[in-house]
């Protein structure tokens, strides 16, 4: 397969975010900012803000996700729409996943001038519900402790950031966490009914057939 999609995307946010940290100018031009986006119509950062972070451990818990989940979505996409295809609609389904991510705080924040906000968690959360998608009884640890089937993690994830986007208080962007992943499984679930029906069936019957032993 080559240099995947998933392994640029992990250096090209490594670089930016590395060099944003010694930077601050260049992490205030890039990341999330409701107000400017909305007065100076600096919509780039609605993309741009998935590629700087607030520090090395931010950074590299994203980039751990991207990586353990990104090159076996990727690789999943490939086989099913056929590359190229399948890499640009991986890479669609990140980035889309990203800006659809900022969308909440956009609406919510806007005359905001304080609010800001940056990392890749709304694109780590759209690929890990795609994954859950095609590996719906695959093993996840939750918290790196808690063993938990995919699909009992995503709904376990949903629910609780749904709840925290209204009610936590603990400078986590659990709204962009929501509708990243939201876009991720919704974005992916229209490309197979659009372009793959005829995978739709085995993916049902993944999810249905409960794994034995």
């Known amino acids: 397969m080559g240099i995947t999609i998933t392994l640029i995307l992990i250096i090209m946010t490594g670089l930016i975010s590395y060099q944003a940290f010694s930077n601050p100018d260049m992490k205030r031009k890039l990341l999330f900012h409701p107000y400017t986006v909305k007065n100076n119509s600096e919509y780039f950062r609605f993309l741009t803000s998935g590629f700087v972070h607030l520090d090395m451990t931010h950074l590299l818990i994203n980039m751990f996700v991207l990586y353990m989940f990104g090159e076996v979505l990727e690789r999943q996409f490939d086989a099913i729409f056929d590359a190229p295809l399948g890499r640009l609609y991986f890479l669609a389904l990140y980035l889309g996943s990203i800006i659809f991510g900022c969308l909440p705080s956009f609406f919510k924040h806007q005359n905001n001038s304080y609010?800001?906000?940056?990392?890749?968690?709304?694109?780590?959360?759209?690929?890990?519900?795609?994954?859950?998608?095609?590996?719906p009884w695959t093993t996840l640890y939750i918290m790196f402790i808690l063993p938990c089937p995919a699909i009992v993690a995503a709904v376990l994830y949903l629910a609780y950031s749904t709840w925290a986007a209204k009610n936590a208080n603990d400078n986590i962007g659990h709204d962009a966490h929501l509708w990243g992943a939201l876009f991720g499984f919704g974005f992916t679930l229209a490309l197979l009914f659009l372009l793959r029906a005829d995978v739709l069936p085995i993916i049902w019957e993944r999810i249905t057939t409960l794994p034995i032993g």
Do not use: E, K, P, Q
């Open 115 to 135: 609010y800001s906000a940056l990392g890749a968690s709304g694109g780590t959360s759209g690929i890990v519900l795609a994954f859950c998608l095609f590996y």
